[in-house]
């Protein structure tokens, strides 16, 4: 019932953000009915003047045929267009969704709590950027201490940096599942020093590790699909602060770059809400 939900939440929220595309539907299939009628009248008007029977209609025949069958080659087009444009924002929306539901624990001073990336959304009261760092051992290691110098920039401009090791290919992914809990997991027995991390106010600790992994899978089935190793590498992905995913990209996070680009936007007297 909860996934059925869901669903028709995600529905819902497409239909809202394209208001007019049941419209458009609606008249792509009103002006392909139209056009059906009228290149029928037009066919039997083309094959009787083929056949001898009012020669003169042939040319208008013709023509209005060849109007008609483009006429519903046009529609064709736009109406898979904007069924390829409903089925990606449909996705989108479900992966956001499913982003949103995913549970960490923060590690600050005076908030410890199990929280969803939901809850640190813009004006919920705890509104951080995601920085969610993910690959294999060593590349995410090599992300947290590069991280620990700049401590107190990244909780001074809202970053939080979620690590997540996982095994060595996208493909391995399915073959073993973990018990959840408040902790970094590790996978297939890669043993891991993120524990040493325990305690840092700007790293967050990842709850429920199996429902991470099956909703970041994709991003690493894409980024193999680049012919790029986010094992081996790393892969960053940053949620903005509306929840937006605002960053992808493959290799060691620059948080000196994250940082700067947050401080001069709120120098600048731009947003620095939405991102």
């Known amino acids: 019932m909860a996934d059925e939900g869901q669903e028709m939440m995600t529905k819902l929220r497409e239909e809202v953000e394209s208001p007019f595309r049941k419209v458009r539907f609606a ?31 042939l040319p208008e025949a013709s023509r209005n045929l060849a109007i008609d069958v ?89 970053l939080l940096v979620v690590p997540l090791v996982i095994g060595q290919t996208g493909d391995e992914l399915n073959a ?3 018990t959840d ?16 991390r325990e305690g840092q106010p700007h790293v967050a600790l990842p709850f429920g590790f199996n429902q991470w992994i099956d909703t970041l899978q994709s991003e690493l089935v894409t980024a193999e699909k680049q012919k790029l190793n986010p094992i081996d590498d790393g892969l960053l992905i940053v949620i903005k602060k509306n929840g937006r995913v605002g960053t992808r990209k493959v290799g060691a996070p620059i948080w000196s770059s994250l940082i700067q680009d ?4 709120r120098e600048a007297g731009l947003d620095v809400v939405n991102i």
């Open 27 to 57: 008249l792509y299939i009103a002006g392909a009915a139209g056009a059906a009628v009228s290149g029928l009248v037009a066919l039997t008007q083309t094959i009787a003047a083929l056949s001898g029977i009012n020669v003169e209609l």
């Open 262 to 265: 947050v401080e001069r936007r």
């Open 70 to 158: 483009a006429a519903i080659a046009v529609i064709a087009f736009l109406w898979r267009r904007d069924l390829i444009s409903q089925n990606s924002r449909y996705e989108r929306i479900s992966q956001g969704a499913k982003l949103a539901a995913l549970g960490l624990q923060l590690q600050m001073a005076d908030d410890s709590n199990v929280v969803s990336l939901a809850d640190l959304r813009r004006r919920r009261g705890r509104e951080k950027r995601v920085a969610i760092v993910l690959g294999g051992k060593e590349a995410v290691q090599r992300s947290l201490d590069s991280a620990v110098p700049v401590s107190s920039e990244l909780l001074a401009n809202d």
């Open 181 to 196: 809990g408040p902790r970094i997991a590790t996978l297939f027995n890669l043993q891991s020093d993120l524990e040493s």
């Open 176 to 178: 073993e599942r973990i």
